[in-house]
T-cell receptor
């Protein structure tokens, strides 16, 4: 069964460093998303991506964040200068159906900023 | 804006007894609603979805949910709990906008199954 895969499963980085979280969506999906879950809090929407551009981004997704689909298969989330409060589980998802309504999630990358 | 409220942060039931996880939604239009499950160290798995067809939706692993517009509810049920059902469950509503759906998550309900 096709699945969304994320790498790495756990990333530890120093504050101020750049990190890139990687995702391989399901191959025939057209909609791509990043969500995050800070420990003990809700899963929050970060950004959606469709037709090679950002469809919507939340207020969390500031200038420190960027997304790319560099080679037609990978979907990456870059955080330019990490802060302690960026520590969270980051989930990638890809979607099908009406405007990508049915989203399939990866297993997540746990980012720890120290 | 759409939102969901999961009424219980933690539910504990005995194996073989019914499961009820409660969810209320707020939406300015007919919503699409989902239940996702997250097992420890695993990703979010779709259990079932409601998208304006039948109000009683059947999902995987024996779970089902009923959309009740009059009560703005979408509670998740299972007749008989199994030990493998222990996990975190999220009620989710879609927020429609041009281009792509956005999912709005509830805060989650941790389901514990007692032997």
């Amino acid at each position: 069964e096709p699945e969304v895969t994320q790498t790495p499963s756990h990333q530890v980085t120093q504050m101020g460093q750049e990190v890139i979280l990687r995702c391989v969506p399901i191959s025939n999906h057209l909609y791509f998303y990043w969500y995050r879950q800070i420990l003990g809090q809700k899963v929050e929407f970060l950004v959606s991506f469709y037709n090679n551009e950002i469809s919507e981004k939340s207020e969390i997704f500031d200038d420190q964040f960027s997304v790319e689909r560099p080679d037609g298969s990978n979907f990456t989330l870059k955080i330019r200068s990490t802060k302690l409060e960026d520590s969270a589980m980051y989930f990638c998802a890809s979607g099908v159906g009406e405007r990508g309504a049915e989203a399939f999630f990866g297993q997540g990358t746990r980012l720890t900023v120290v | 804006a759409q939102s969901v409220t999961q009424l219980d942060s933690h539910v504990s039931v005995s194996e073989g007894t019914p499961v009820l996880l409660r969810c209320n939604y707020s939406s300015s239009y007919s919503p699409s609603l989902f239940w996702y499950v997250q097992h420890p160290n695993k990703g979010l798995q779709l259990l079932l979805k409601y998208t304006s067809a039948a109000t009683l939706v059947k999902g995987i692993n024996g779970f089902e949910a009923e959309f009740k517009k009059s009560e703005t509810s979408f509670h998740l049920t299972k007749p008989s709990a199994h030990m493998s059902d222990a996990a975190e469950y999220f009620c989710v509503v879609s927020d429609r906008f041009q281009g792509a759906q956005k999912l709005v998550f509830g805060q989650g309900t941790r389901l514990t199954i007692n032997p």
